[in-house]
T-cell receptor, first 118, second 115 residues
Framework: AQTVTQSQPEMSVQEAETVTLSCTYDTSESDYYLFWYKQPPSRQMILVIRQEAYKQQNATENRFSVNFQKAAKSFSLKISDSQLGDAAMYFCAYRSLSPIQGAQKLVFGQGTRLTINP | GAVVSQHPSRVICKSGTSVKIECRSLDFQATTMFWYRQFPKKSLMLMATSNEGSKATYEQGVEKDKFLINHASLTLSTLTVTSAHPEDSSFYIC???????????FGPGTRLTVL
């Protein structure tokens, strides 16, 4: 079974600075998806960024980018120019590409609470 | 983007009663829906996966007779917490996925409090 580990329960960063959230995962599959989700105080889950394992290029969405190291099974999220609205719980997640029923579920990490200091 | 709604957003019930939570995909057909439970300051725990027209697949340790899931149409799934007890109090989140999508879309969640 796949597992996802986020080793940083809490992180803080000064507004306008850059912060990196860590995520490692374990799988025997070669093709899969990795995601970063944001959960603000409203508790609505918001997709931040997605990475397909077969793509070598790291995904980027505006101020958010990932460092995907497939061999190391590492998937970190970098937030540049941090803003107060970035304060939230961030979850790393894995999804299999297997067509087997039940394999499409997301496997979440424990989460990292990010605080932005003004 | 795709929108998923949940109703109600908050519910308070007495111990021993049953509560139904609805999850709707508003602008797409959800072939698969997922139900999660989230404790305070914790990650999402998958309870079950349901495909339209078939029985839900429950995760290990989740009582299927306690948490009844119905996915009767491509836009609606329901979670019924039967004979609720205070330990069932939690935040329940659904998500929905179309067969052609690479991602799930999440509902806003339902906070259940059992007195």
């Amino acid at each position: 079974a796949q597992t996802v580990t986020q080793s940083q329960p809490e992180m803080s960063v000064q507004e306008a600075e850059t912060v990196t959230l860590s995520c490692t995962y374990d799988t025997s599959e070669s093709d899969y998806y990795l995601f970063w989700y944001k959960q603000p105080p409203s508790r609505q889950m918001i997709l931040v960024i997605r990475q397909e394992a077969y793509k070598q290029q790291n995904a980027t969405e505006n101020r958010f980018s990932v460092n995907f190291q497939k061999a190391a099974k590492s998937f970190s999220l970098k937030i540049s120019d941090s803003q107060l609205g970035d304060a939230a719980m961030y979850f790393c997640a894995y999804r299999s590409l297997s067509p087997i029923q039940g394999a499409q579920k997301l496997v979440f990490g424990q989460g990292t609470r990010l605080t932005i200091n003004p | 983007g795709a929108v998923v709604s949940q109703h109600p957003s908050r519910v308070i019930c007495k111990s021993g009663t049953s509560v139904k939570i609805e999850c709707r995909s508003l602008d797409f057909q959800a072939t698969t829906m997922f139900w999660y439970r989230q404790f305070p300051k914790k990650s999402l725990m998958l309870m079950a996966t349901s495909n339209e027209g078939s029985k839900a697949t429950y995760e290990q340790g989740v009582e299927k007779d306690k948490f009844l899931i119905n996915h009767a149409s491509l836009t609606l799934s329901t979670l019924t917490v039967t004979s609720a007890h205070p330990e069932d109090s939690s935040f329940y989140i659904c998500s929905a996925k179309a067969s052609s999508y690479n991602e799930q879309f999440f509902g806003p969640g339902t906070r259940l409090t059992v007195l």
